[in-house]
């Protein structure tokens, strides 16, 4: 747990220098902000751990976002303006130089594959792509809704 | 997890240099005829990343690499606090797309099947097809073919298949896709957002944020709608994968392969 603390102020500390360079919020502007984001990832890795019921860490930190920042929750328009000096895009860049720094290691395995399998994952990530946004789309359409 | 599998400061400093530079950058458009593709800093970040780890540079030991894949694991809680806090405010807005956002779910697992599996059928896969289509095959999906069939069967096999090329591919793949798609007009970008939930961390980050250059008006609510269908998709995913996807699957394999399958054999015999 310690580890994943330091983890998490390490990659809240690079998306601040990044947030900084690519959308110009001055780091001491947007730290407030990091530093929820931050307490509330490790929160909810802390309910996942003591709370019985099992469920992906995705869920319980994700509800713990949207329960602060809903109208319910108390002082939830100060968390909501802090947090807005974040941009979203700057805490997926260092997400994805991670998911490259780890490319090589599947590399070895991907050459063992054959090509109609490589043909086929890109058609299962289309399908799943595109027939939800299809679907999404319909929807739209017939209930009139965001058109 | 291994206590210490997550501290390595090499990374970390490859991350923040990274970050430096692809921010620097920003965002930029490139025409590729059909339409724009958009590029930006996490897309960047991927590509030379990547690069760095390439086994034949030796930058990068596998061991490093394979705490970056770990601390990926983990970062990605990051990105999903910030997705909830603008959730949270636009809950009523969430819940007037309720019908379509429900819905849109089902195109999420269908749309594996229902597109990949006669294409793998086609190309003359026989169980193989059945682990690679069913769902997006990620980690959790691989442990329900695994309990299954067994990892060392023809469905493991086709399901770790799409798992190293999704791993390898699939955050690039559908960021160019997700490009192209935005740019035919077809489709609303709340719908595309929605349609970016596909239930993986980094390949949702990429298809937002592509959506959110080639819609900058509109940024915020890709963000929201991105991060409702990615939840959802999630929470859903483990139990609609063995209730629906799997059975589905079969019994479309056993409807479809005799019709497609055999196909695929009278087109290779011509080959000969």
Redesign the interface.
Known sequence: MKDKILTFVTIGIIALMGNWIGYNVSPTEALPGMMIIVAVTILGFFLAKIIPIKLPIVIWVSMLALLITTPIFPGNESIIKVTEQVNFMALATPILAYAGLSFGKDLKEFKKLGWRIVVISLVVYTGTFLLSSLVAEIGFRLTGKFH | MQ?????NWK??L???I???V???I?VKTLNIGIGAIAL????Y???????????SLKI?K?K???I??N??G????????????????S?PKIF??G???G??????????????LP??LL???KR??VG??FS??REPNLAIIAEKYGSDSPEGR?A???Y????????L??SV??SV?AQTG???P???A?????GS???M?????AL?VIFPES?KDI?IFA?A?N?IT??LGTYICVFFSLPFTNYLYKKLEPILGRKAKQDQMKNI
Request: aromatic share 8%.
């Open positions: 206590e210490n599998s997550l501290r990374i970390h490859f991350v923040l990274l970050v430096c692809t921010e620097f920003g930006f800093p996490m897309l970040a991927l590509i030379i990343g990547a690069i760095i780890s390439l086994p990068l596998t490093e690499m394979n970056a894949a601390i990926l983990i970062s990605f809680m990051l990105f999903v606090a910030k997705l909830g806090m603008l959730m949270g405010p809950l007037e797309a019908i379509s956002l819905l849109q779910e089902v195109g999420h697992f269908a749309g594996t099947i229902l597109l990949g294409i793998a190309l003359g896969m193989e097809a690679a289509t997006i095959d086709g770790l298949g799409v190293v090329c999704g791993t390898l591919f699939g955050a793949y559908l896709l997700a798609m077809w489709f609303h709340i719908s595309l929605m349609g970016a939930g596909v961390g980094s390949m980050a990429a298809m937002s944020g959110a940024a963000a991060g269908a939840l999630t929470i």
